[in-house]
């Protein structure tokens, strides 16, 4: 690996350019070579997927209070049928 | 662009193609007797337009409670994503599932309002030719923390509000909702590219937030 500055080198550069496309790719990123060998790159796709996975976790939060349908209610009355 | 003016409801985006079965549970398991709600409602059926509220109220409350942080706000664009349906379910066709629609109806209503407050958003057209600077940025070997199983939900959720509008969307739409970048694509009426590349700076910018949140823990 070539050394540039604060543990990036250029081969961290290049695979982080390529993260977006690999991930959507759906491939076990811990065979890429780069990941092999750099600890600052498998931290960072560690973090990612983490990230990706309690993303997951969130649904749902919760139910709306029942004024919402009152009101909505309360609005339908105004209005005509659908339309069709 | 940054919020698409046109009506989403009204305009069907790409055909989703084959998903992973459980993705595909995750996002629109099948409910029953919604079809039958739905034909009903279209006719005109007041309690059969109550049953798809009570079906899918939790999922539009969710994504405006995202989206906004606020439980006042989100209540009243939950209303009006609901009085939208109300007012355009005749035109749902089942060309898509019904939920996903519902959502892109939901989805519009947000925009709009984000739109109408003036918030400042994340254009996703930038990133079709990102700008050096407006690339996703190179992590420069910060190897002090590393997030995995030290996050909960409520920390999650709250970096997630303190996301940029754009990122925010894209990633609650993609990482939590489970879309494809081409159904959002379709929503945000920006390309498959921008989806990805906002989903990506999504990413990376909360893990920003979250390790800078674990070094202020760390410090006292």
């Known amino acids: ?84 | 662009m940054s919020i698409p003016s046109k009506d989403l409801a009204t305009t069907p985006g790409p055909t989703a193609p084959a998903k992973a079965p459980n993705q595909h549970l995750r996002r629109n398991p099948p409910i029953a007797g919604e079809a039958e709600a739905i034909e009903k409602a279209q006719a005109g059926d007041a309690a059969s337009f109550e049953m798809l509220y009570a079906l899918h109220k939790r999922r539009v409350y969710s994504l405006c409670l995202r989206m906004l942080g606020n439980v006042a706000e989100a209540e009243d664009l939950t209303q009006e994503a609901f009085l939208q349906l109300y007012r355009k379910i005749g035109t749902f066709r089942g060309d898509s599932a019904f939920s996903t629609w519902l959502h892109r109806l939901a989805v519009n209503v947000v925009l709009m309002h984000l739109r109408k407050k003036g918030l400042p958003q994340v254009s996703l057209e930038e990133t079709l030719e990102p700008s050096q600077e407006d690339g996703p940025r190179k992590d420069i070997g910060a190897r002090d923390l590393t997030l995995s199983g030290s996050v909960d939900r409520v920390t999650l959720e709250r970096a997630i509000e303190n996301l940029p509008p754009g990122y925010r969307l894209v990633f609650v739409l993609h990482d939590v909702e489970g879309y494809e970048h081409n159904e959002i694509a379709g929503m945000l009426e920006c390309s498959i590219g921008n989806s990805k590349s906002q989903l990506h700076k999504a990413r990376m910018k909360l893990r920003d937030l979250l390790k800078s949140g674990q070094r202020k823990e760390a410090v006292l």
Request: aromatic fraction near 4%.
């Open chain 1, 1 to 84: 690996m070539n050394k540039v500055r604060n543990g990036t080198t250029v081969d961290c550069a290049v695979f982080q350019d390529q993260l977006p496309s690999l991930f959507e790719s759906g491939e076990e990123l811990s065979t890429q070579d780069h990941l092999k060998t750099c600890e600052n790159c498998s931290a960072l796709v560690r973090d990612l997927e983490y990230i990706a996975q309690q993303a997951k976790l969130l649904l749902p939060i919760h139910d709306p209070s029942p004024a919402v349908w009152e009101k909505i209610q309360t609005e339908l009355k105004k209005e005509t049928p659908p339309a069709k």
